[in-house]
C-alpha cells in the first residue's frame, strides 16, 4: 500500500462575498500517495484554486479535515502555517511572481531566510537549485532581465530549495508559449520522478495534465472522474 | 542582518521616488540639526561661568539707551576694574550694506578690550581725532579700507544736527584680534563717542550699554545682581548679564526664538511626515502580491510587518544621518565666521539624542501604518488581485 500524503475529508469551503455566501467546495475527499504527481482540472470557478490553496496552506477550510504528511493542517493559525509552509510546501504560479528588485539567486534565497542557515550555505543552496532549473548562469540576473520560461525556472527553484515534500503549482504554464511550456512541464516530470516530489498541479491545458501521472476533474466543487 | 539585502533593495524599488523621499528627509533634520541647535542655545539659563566682562543693559531691552551718568556709580561698585559704553550707531556703508557701528570712548574701549590689538600710535590718534572711526580688520579687508582714508557712513537712527543722516569719519586705525578667536570677530567698527554725542541730534546724555570688566570673573553672579539691585526702582532698571547670554538676547529681540524654532519644526516635519507616510503607503499599496508571495513562502505576519517597518527606520535613519551631519558642518561654519554670536552654538549630544528621538518618531508614524497594513495583508485575496 501507497504511502499517504495528503488527505482532504470532507472539506466544505464558502466564501462571504459582500452578504452573499459562496460555497466552492462542497463535501469534498481527495487522498494522493507520496511521489505522485496529480493534475486538478475543471471549468472556472470549479474550485480547483480553492483546493490548491487548502492543500498548500494558504487558506482554511470552512469544516472537514486536511491532512498533510500526517499532520493535520485545518486548526493551525496564521503563525503556525507560515512555519509549516515555510518547510514543507513549494509554491509555483502563473505569473512567476518574483520579487522583481531581487537577483534569481536573492528570489531563490528567500525561503531560506527562514531558516538559521549562514549566508554562504543559503547561496550555495540556491545555486545548486538554480543548477537544477538550468539557470545558474543567470544567478545574478534580475527576473525583467529573463524569459518568461526562465522566470518560472527561477520561481521552481525557488519551491525546490527548501526541499519541501509538495510542491503545488497553480497553472504554471498558463503565461508561456507551447515550447516554453512543455519544458517547464518536463522539469516537473523530472523533479517528481528523479527528487520523488509529490505535484500538485492546476491546470486549464490537457496537454500538461498529460505530464501528470493521473488527472482529478472538479466541478462545481465537487470531485468528478479521476483519470490515470 | 539577514533580511539587510532584501529591505535595502525594496527600499530602492523605485530609486526616483526613493531619493526624493530621502532627500526631503535630509532636508528635515538639517532645519532640525540647524534649528534645535539654536533653540538650545537660546533656551540655556544664564550662564556666568568664565565671565571676566558684563553687560549691563536696561531692563526693558537693549535697544533702550542706559544715561551716560550711570557710568562713574557702576564704575565705583565692589569688584568693578573698569567700565566702557557701547552705543549702537546703526552704520550703513554704501547703497544698503549694514555695518557694525558703535560709538565708545577710545581710553575705555582700549581698556575694557585689551583683545583688540593696535598701534600705540592708532590708539592716539583714534583718541585725539573727533571724527575718528577704526575698523577691525575684516571690515576693512572686505571693503578695502586704508588708514587715512574717508569713510562716508549713514546711520539709520542718529541724524546729524543738521537733520542729514551722512556722517563722515577719519579712519585712523585698524586693529586685529589678539588670537584667533578675536580676529575672526574683527567685523565692526568703532567711532569716537566724543564727536558723536556733540554732532547727533538727539543729545550727548546716553550711553546705550556700559561694558563691565571684573576683578574677579568668580564673582560675576554677584556683581552682575549687585548692579541690577543698586538700579532697581530707579528710573533706569538694569539687566546685567555675561557677554555670551548679551549676544543671545541680540537675537531674542526679534521674538522667542525657542517657541518660534520649535513652530518651524512642527511644521517642516508635519510636511514631511504628510509627504513621507503617503509614498510609504504608496509603495506598500504597490507591493501587496509580493508581500502576499513573501507570507506564501512562510514569512509570518510579524516578520512582513517588522521589514516594513525596518523599511522606514532605515530610510529616516539615513536622512537623519545626513542631516545632522550636514547641520553640524554649517553650525561649525557658523559658529567659526560669526563667533561673537554664535560662538558657543553647537550641534551637541542633546541635539542628536532630540535629533534621534525626531527619527524614530518619524519612522513609527510613517512605518506603521503601512507596516500593519502589510502584516494584515491576506495571501489568497492578494494573489487573486483582490
Not at chain 2, 46 to 53: H, I, L, M, T
Not at chain 2, 99 to 113: H, K
Request: proline share 4%; hydrophobic share 45%.
Amino acid at each position: 500500500m501507497t504511502d499517504t500524503l495528503i488527505s482532504v475529508k470532507n472539506v466544505v469551503k464558502h466564501y462571504t462575498r459582500g452578504k452573499q455566501r459562496v460555497e466552492v467546495l462542497h463535501n469534498l475527499s481527495l487522498e494522493i500517495p507520496k511521489g505522485d504527481f496529480v493534475a486538478l482540472m475543471g471549468p472556472s470557478g470549479s474550485g480547483k484554486t480553492t483546493l490548491l490553496n487548502l492543500i498548500g496552506g494558504l487558506d482554511q477550510p470552512t469544516s472537514g479535515e486536511i491532512t498533510i504528511g500526517g499532520k493535520r493542517i485545518d486548526g493551525m493559525n496564521s503563525g503556525q502555517l507560515a512555519n509549516w509552509r515555510a518547510s514543507n510546501v513549494g509554491f509555483v504560479f502563473q505569473f512567476y511572481n518574483l520579487l522583481p528588485v531581487l537577483t534569481a539567486e536573492r528570489n531563490v534565497e528567500l525561503p531560506l531566510l527562514l531558516t538559521k542557515m549562514g549566508g554562504s550555505e543559503r547561496l550555495k543552496r540556491a545555486n545548486v537549485a538554480l543548477e537544477i532549473v538550468g539557470l545558474k548562469d543567470r544567478a545574478r540576473h534580475k527576473p525583467k532581465e529573463l524569459s518568461g520560461g526562465q522566470e518560472q525556472r527561477v520561481a521552481i527553484a525557488r519551491a525546490l530549495v527548501s526541499d519541501p515534500e509538495l510542491l503545488v503549482c497553480d497553472e504554471p504554464t498558463g503565461d508561456l508559449d507551447r515550447k516554453t511550456a512543455d519544458e517547464i512541464l518536463t522539469l516537473l516530470q523530472r523533479l517528481n520522478r528523479e527528487y520523488g516530489k509529490t505535484i500538485v498541479m492546476v491546470t486549464h491545458d490537457p496537454k500538461a495534465a498529460e505530464y501528470a501521472k493521473r488527472t482529478v476533474h472538479l466541478d462545481k466543487g465537487t470531485l468528478q472522474a479521476q483519470a490515470a | 542582518m539577514k533580511y539587510f539585502n532584501l529591505i535595502w533593495s525594496s527600499l530602492w524599488r523605485k530609486k526616483t521616488r526613493a531619493w526624493l523621499t530621502l532627500l526631503s528627509l535630509i532636508c528635515a533634520f538639517l532645519l532640525f540639526g540647524l534649528l534645535q541647535a539654536l533653540s538650545v542655545f537660546f533656551s540655556a539659563g544664564a550662564d556666568f561661568v568664565g565671565a571676566s566682562r558684563l553687560v549691563v543693559q536696561s531692563r526693558v531691552s537693549f535697544t533702550e539707551s542706559l544715561p551716560i551718568r550711570m557710568l562713574p556709580e557702576i564704575e565705583a561698585m565692589p569688584g568693578v576694574k573698569a567700565v566702557s559704553h557701547d552705543q549702537w550707531f546703526g552704520g550703513v556703508w554704501g547703497e544698503n550694506e549694514q555695518l557694525f557701528v558703535f560709538a565708545n570712548d577710545p581710553e575705555r574701549l582700549r581698556i575694557t578690550y585689551p583683545e583688540w590689538k593696535m598701534s600705540d600710535a592708532e590708539w592716539a590718534a583714534f583718541k585725539n581725532t573727533r571724527t575718528g572711526v577704526i575698523a577691525g580688520r575684516k571690515a576693512a579687508e572686505a571693503r578695502g579700507w586704508k588708514v587715512g582714508q574717508k569713510l562716508p557712513i549713514k546711520s539709520n537712527i542718529f541724524p546729524k544736527k543738521d537733520g542729514s543722516m551722512a556722517w563722515e569719519f577719519d579712519l585712523v586705525g585698524i586693529f586685529d584680534g589678539i588670537d584667533e578667536s578675536w580676529q575672526a570677530q574683527t567685523l565692526g567698527l568703532y567711532i569716537n563717542r566724543e564727536y558723536f554725542a556733540e554732532a547727533n541730534q538727539f543729545g550727548s546724555g546716553f550711553a546705550g550699554v556700559f561694558n563691565v570688566v571684573l576683578d574677579d570673573p568668580q564673582q560675576a553672579n554677584a556683581v552682575a545682581q549687585a548692579i541690577d539691585a543698586k538700579f532697581l526702582n530707579s528710573p533706569n532698571e538694569t539687566k546685567t548679564q555675561s557677554e555670551k547670554d548679551f549676544n543671545k538676547g541680540f537675537f531674542a529681540q526679534i521674538g522667542d526664538i525657542g517657541l518660534i524654532v520649535s513652530l518651524i519644526l512642527v511644521a517642516v516635519f508635519f510636511t514631511i511626515l504628510i509627504l513621507t507616510g503617503n509614498t510609504m503607503a504608496q509603495a506598500v499599496r504597490e507591493r501587496i502580491p509580493e508581500l502576499a508571495v513573501l507570507k506564501t513562502l512562510g514569512f509570518s505576519n510579524g516578520t512582513v510587518t517588522a521589514l516594513v517597518l525596518i523599511e522606514a527606520l532605515v530610510l529616516c535613519a539615513i536622512g537623519a544621518i545626513v542631516g545632522m551631519l550636514l547641520a553640524s558642518f554649517a553650525i561649525t561654519g557658523l559658529a567659526e565666521n560669526v563667533p561673537q554670536f554664535f560662538g558657543s552654538v553647537r550641534t551637541n549630544a542633546t541635539v542628536w539624542f532630540q535629533a534621534f528621538l525626531a527619527m524614530i518618531g518619524l519612522a513609527l508614524a510613517v512605518g506603521l501604518p503601512p507596516a500593519l497594513k502589510a502584516g494584515r495583508v491576506k495571501i489568497v485575496d492578494a494573489l487573486a488581485g483582490r
